[in-house]
């Protein structure tokens, strides 16, 4: 695990945003895994700003809430559409988000691995991470070789996520989301957090032991996976000065 300890969020973000531009400019077909939340925000309008080529890129969502249409202002494909996709030149046919709305979810789940593996695997997922140590909506206790599946969210990731819809008692309570196994098997998995309220997850899920209780956790199992901190989420690292060390003493042969 790399961890990336930057002073703000817009610089733990440009320098995700140069690794995503990297592969796509190697890649133009790559398969990038998606999330959404607060958190990618400011690096999907780097991203867009930065003009790359999307045509051959094929995106799959990490999740999506059930029981709420694709139109809806608070889905994740209002979320993708209005952030990333309408301002890129990726293809409609290329773009998968779960579907919140499907009439039989679990054969849904089932399709979207296939479509998955079909694709060639996901080159590169961008993931957030909750105040509780979920990365897509894979929440406490969640096996940690789950594939895409109906998730239950908590009452603090509901708590969490009150504020996009006005209301605690308005956010849906079930969920699809890839699976932990899912995550796992992406070639590069690059988690951003930033602000102090997601400092004590970070601390677990880099330097804590691997369990389900924290299923960020799971990616110390990943080969390449990198975390993108600001200074807030970086806060409770023990070995926070070292992370730093690392970072800006890379020799040129390392740098991104
Ligand atoms: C969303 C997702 C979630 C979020 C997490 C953090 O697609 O997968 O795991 O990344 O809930 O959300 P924010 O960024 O809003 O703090």
């Given at each position: 695990m790399e961890i990336i300890i930057q002073p703000t969020p817009e610089a733990a973000t440009s320098i995700a945003a140069k690794l995503i531009a990297k592969l796509l400019r190697e890649k133009p077909n790559a398969v990038l895994g998606l999330a959404t939340g607060s958190t990618p925000v400011a690096l999907y309008r780097e991203l867009v700003a930065l003009k790359l080529d999307w045509s051959k890129v094929t995106t799959f969502n990490l999740d999506e809430y059930i029981g709420?249409?694709?139109?809806?202002?608070?889905?994740y494909h209002s979320f993708m559409w209005e952030n990333l996709f309408q301002h890129v030149n990726v293809a409609v046919k290329n773009v998968n988000i779960p579907d919140g709305m499907a009439k039989d979810v679990p054969a849904s789940c089932e399709l979207y691995e296939k479509k998955i593996k079909a694709a060639g695997g996901i080159d590169l997922q961008i993931l957030g991470i909750g105040t509780d140590g979920h990365i897509g909506f894979n929440e406490p206790t969640s096996s940690l070789v789950s594939r895409t599946r109906i998730k239950t969210l908590t009452q603090q990731t509901i708590r969490d996520n009150a504020r996009f819809f006005g209301s605690e008692e308005a956010v849906p309570h079930h969920v699809i989301t890839m699976g932990i196994g899912t995550i796992m098997e992406a070639r590069q998995n690059l988690l951003l957090a930033f602000g102090d309220k997601k400092a004590a997850a970070i601390a677990e899920a880099a330097e804590g032991p691997v369990t389900a209780m924290n299923p960020a956790s799971a990616l110390q199992f990943h080969a390449t996976a990198k975390f993108f901190l600001d200074a807030g989420a970086a806060s409770?690292?023990?070995?926070a000065d070292y992370y730093r060390w690392v970072y800006e003493n890379k020799p040129v042969w390392q740098q991104f």
């Open positions: 709420i249409s694709p139109q809806h202002p608070q889905s409770k690292l023990k070995k």
